[in-house]
C-alpha cells in the first residue's frame, strides 16, 4: 500500500511559476511509473506528465516546453514543475503511482492561473 500526498498548489498569476510535490510513503524507487494528472471543471482527467524508472519522461502536448516533471528517489518524492502558467492550467493537479497492476492516487492539489 502507498499512500500520496500532494502540495505546493495555489494561486498564481498567469506567467508565474509553481512546483507540485508528490511524496509518497513508501519507497519509489520500485514504483513502475509515476504520472502527474489534472482534472478541470467539468472536465475529463488528463495526463500531465509521466516519469518511469530509468526511462524517458513523457508530456502532454498542451504543456510541453513549459513543465518539468523530476523524481528523487532518496526522499520518495516526485515533482512537477510548471513555468509560464496559463489560465488554462488551472485544475487539480493528481499524482498516480503505478506498481505492477495497482495504481495509487493522492487527493490532490489546487492550482489557480489568473489571468
Known amino acids: 500500500q502507498v499512500q500520496l500526498v500532494e502540495s505546493g498548489g495555489g494561486l498564481v498569476q498567469a506567467g508565474g511559476s509553481l512546483r507540485l510535490s508528490c511524496v509518497a510513503s513508501a519507497s519509489i524507487s520500485n514504483i513502475n511509473v509515476i504520472t502527474w494528472y489534472r482534472q478541470a471543471p467539468g472536465k475529463q482527467r488528463e495526463l500531465v506528465a509521466t516519469?518511469?524508472?530509468?526511462?524517458?519522461?513523457n508530456y502532454a502536448g498542451s504543456v510541453k516546453g513549459r513543465i518539468a516533471i523530476s523524481r528523487d528517489n532518496a526522499k520518495n518524492t516526485v515533482y512537477l514543475q510548471m513555468n509560464s502558467l496559463k489560465p488554462e492550467d488551472t485544475a487539480v493537479y493528481f499524482c498516480n503511482a503505478r506498481a505492477g497492476i495497482t495504481d495509487y492516487w493522492g487527493q490532490g492539489t489546487q492550482v489557480t492561473v489568473s489571468s
Open positions: 516519469i518511469p524508472t530509468g526511462g524517458n519522461t
